[in-house]
């Protein structure tokens, strides 16, 4: 029996673009676009914003046009200039974070997409400088986010704190090879492997690569703009930025020789699907819209079973707690109880942990008042509250829970575990910030992150994959 023919794998082509002191980074991000262009490829650019502003004191009206014919992303305002995203909130609970970063750049995004013509489709990591706010901010705004920390198993694209994530995975690294023919080849070789690699992974759901193309600004200069500035927490004042070294001007013509060698490669290759981030969140930006009453009790059955905070293909543990409040026989005004479906709600994670509760059931009764209660409280703020009130006792939210899908299957008492804080996958996604962010060197040594990854792990309550529109039926 021959085995099937693995589907080529989602891929973006993305550029960095970011050097705010050198003026020739403009020509790079140019001269690249065009060239893309020329061979027919689709390239995301993501712009920070202070250099669109210098675009537009510098009068380059032609690198603009030229980025227009390609997808356009947000790299924040000033990148490495401190303080970085993950600075802004690390004494801040997720909601604090979301107003801080957008306090620091609401004007950039603006100017961005003014001067650039064009809505942006969405932010993008800088550097390893990530907080859970960052997607809570672009959930607000209905934008997606690029190099997220944020994955699951078999899927690179997830849903967090009411955002589409696009986990950051992919192959490239040709920063520093364009200027070498023999380190650019074996590069390109490394890539096609990891391409190899990836179209043969398993896949559930969405899924994408990224082809990180380059930093135009490292592909021209013998080291990073930000690396001469800002490492370790150094913020110098502007008038005393070091631009980094040019590579010499004869060795431009080896540059773009190499980057024309990687776009025939890309545009001949059968592996990827080569597209813009705009058809990507298009494609995957779909959520199902209710749940019949069906698979809730489904559900429940499964949070009994494993007596923890979960959540499905298709509904966020926090999505799943509102329906099971709704289904148990009380909804906002006391209206309510089984139905035939039950509209997906909208509710972020808790802004604070949930107390351990203690070891003990309660009567259905007052579980059903406190799941009312429960309703109310989300309405009112948009977060679920870290505790309710059951019997005048505060019980932890994912208590709760456990005990409203034991209410819904028909128990006349119930209880949870004291410790079911969130969904167990939390731990891996922290993990995986925790170990990322301190490894960036514009980053100050020794950073707090505890309240950061705290928050990391309570909007976990709103996590659940992505799927395409199609696999949704939308």
């Known amino acids: 029996m021959t085995a099937p023919v693995p589907r080529p794998l989602p891929a973006l082509l993305c550029f960095d673009v970011e050097d705010l002191i050198s003026p020739e980074s403009d020509d790079a991000a140019m001269w690249m676009a065009q060239m893309l262009t020329e061979y027919g490829l689709t390239g995301t650019f993501m712009v920070v914003g202070e250099k669109a502003r ?22 924040s305002t000033w990148h490495s200039v401190h303080p970085t995203t993950t600075e802004h909130c690390l004494d801040k609970d997720f909601a604090q974070g979301i107003e801080a970063i957008w306090a620091w750049d609401r004007e950039g995004w603006q100017d961005t997409e003014r001067i650039l013509g064009r809505p942006l489709l969405g932010w993008a990591r800088t550097g390893a400088s990530w907080a859970p706010s960052i997607q809570g901010l672009m959930g607000r705004m209905g934008r997606a986010y690029a190099y997220s920390r944020v994955r699951l198993p078999e899927t690179s694209v997830c849903w967090y704190g009411g955002c589409l994530g696009f986990y950051d995975d992919g192959v490239g690294g040709f920063d520093d090879a364009f200027v070498d023919d023999a380190l650019f080849s074996q590069r390109l070789a490394k890539a096609k492997q990891g391409v190899d690699e990836r179209t043969r992974w398993p896949r559930r759901g969405a899924h994408w690569t990224d082809v990180f193309m380059c930093h135009p600004t490292r592909a021209i200069h013998t080291s990073f703009w930000d690396g001469m500035n800002f490492v370790e927490g150094a913020n110098p004042p502007r008038s005393q930025w070091k631009p980094a070294v040019l590579h010499p001007a004869e060795k431009l013509p080896t540059i773009q020789g190499n980057f024309r060698r990687l776009c025939t490669w890309l545009r001949d290759q059968t592996e990827l699907e080569i597209v813009g981030w705009g058809e990507l969140i298009r494609r995957y930006d779909g959520q199902r819209p209710h749940a019949t009453h069906a698979e809730l009790l489904a559900a429940a059955r499964r949070i009994v079973d494993e007596r923890r905070v979960l959540f499905t293909d298709h509904f966020t543990a926090a999505e799943l707690l509102l329906m099971l409040c709704k289904a148990v026989g009380v909804g906002v005004g006391g209206q309510g109880g089984p139905a035939a479906t039950y509209a997906r709600p909208t509710a972020l994670g808790p802004l604070s942990m949930p107390p351990r509760s203690s070891e003990r059931t309660w ?8 799941a009312q209660r429960v309703i109310e409280d989300t309405a009112r703020t948009g977060y679920l509250p870290a505790s309710e009130s059951v019997g005048g006792e505060a019980v932890g939210i994912g208590t709760v829970f456990v005990a409203l899908a034991q209410v819904l299957l028909g128990a006349d008492s119930a209880g949870g575990p004291s410790d079911a804080f969130y969904p167990a996958e939390a731990e891996a996604v922290a993990l995986d910030a925790g170990t990322d962010i301190p490894k960036w060197i514009i980053h100050p040594k020794n950073m707090d992150l505890s309240k950061l990854l705290e928050q990391t792990r309570l909007q976990c309550w709103t996590l659940k994959p992505a799927w395409t529109c199609e696999d949704l039926g939308i």
Request: glycine residues 6%.
């Open 54 to 75: 210098l675009w537009e004191r510098r009068g380059r009206r032609d690198v603009i046009e030229a980025l227009k014919r390609h997808h356009l992303g947000y790299h």
């Open 363 to 370: 009567p259905a009764a007052e579980l059903r008042s406190a």
